[in-house]
């Protein structure tokens, strides 16, 4: 397939237009990192955002910056880093799970799937922290939302509806971004030998805690057996991030200790220096990336995650692998059988408890066969449909990357 390289917005704008003259659709992206993620799209050629590169502001006492979306996450990751601020919501990189250099997808990318990472129940995910955007709709229009402060924001909020959008409702041409500090220190308080539902209630109770916990996730026996040491381990794991000043991590630390020193678990620590590495390597699903196997992302209510779990075992399914992120709200998960299946079979098992089951990765074929998104009910699938025909009525961009009609 043949990429367009645009440099400017006109240029955007110009590639849209040849395309709808021609009736031929166009597959967005940036460094290709994220092409196994969704459906495949139909295409005839594809425009490449990573042209459109670099940072246009950057003011780290106003905790905000404004870049093309060419630009890669290792760009604007070293950016910050050397200003000691970070994107809150830290957006998973997909690089482990689709064979990719870490951190070499691009911002334009993140945004457009809506990236979120451990800090999710805390923090948001990026459209929480989409302050504006320049893009190009598929009618070869400029269009704007928002600006470099969040009381610029006015009328409809297109930043959030663009915000996941995979790209099918415009090209990006500038992001602006809300940026945080990073805190002082992190510290992880562990407690091995819980079995799942427990965990679960343990999560959900600290989450309610006034004890700041930022981060809750449990790994199943096993689950930790592919992660580096130093907490590498055959155990149970649940983990409970705190982060901020010293003095309060450890206040923090120990009082959570007392909270729950009746559950029944051994009590352990991972210590500053690998605390970050750890909830990076949950973040971008390092746990089952290795596995041969399809990966399902399941989110659904906090204290449901064990009980789906349960559910799902309960099925014809033999082998389940997972993890639980979010307090048990996001369960990455492997199973032993083709997607063709297994898609009824975990969605119907979620159906009790609310929620929606996404084929993170599996071969093309089985993401063309199969509904890779929760399909939607048919008043929501509906207005989806007229949305997608204000922005792009010719279906021009990423034709077919949510929906196999849209």
Known sequence: MEFLAPETADDVVEIVKVALANEAPLAVNGNRTLDGLGRPVTATKGLSTRALSGVHFYEPSELVVSLAPGTTMRELTDLLDQNGQELAFEPIDYGALFGHEPLSGTVGGMVAINAAGPRRIKAGAARDHMLGFTAVSGRAEIFQSGGRVMKNVTGYDLSKLMTGSYGTLGVFTDLTLKVLPKAEMEETLLIRGLDEATAVRVMTEASGLPHEVSSFAHLPAGSARNLDEPYRTPDPVTALRLEGAEVSVTKRKQ???????????????????????????????????????????????????????????????????????????LVWLTVDIPASRAATIIRDALQPFGGHATLIRADANARTTVPVFQPQPPALAALTARIRTSFDPERILNRGRMRDDL
């Open 255 to 329: 009082d959570l200790t007392q909270h729950f020193k009746g559950i029944g678990g051994e009590f352990d620590r991972i210590a500053p220096a690998h605390s970050r590495a750890f909830w990076q390597a949950l973040r971008d699903c390092r746990p089952l990336a290795n596995r041969q196997a399809d990966i399902w992302r399941v989110s659904t209510a906090p204290a449901n995650g064990a009980a789906f779990i349960a559910a799902l075992c309960a099925t014809e399914i033999e082998t389940i692998d997972c993890y639980y992120d979010w307090a048990g709200g």
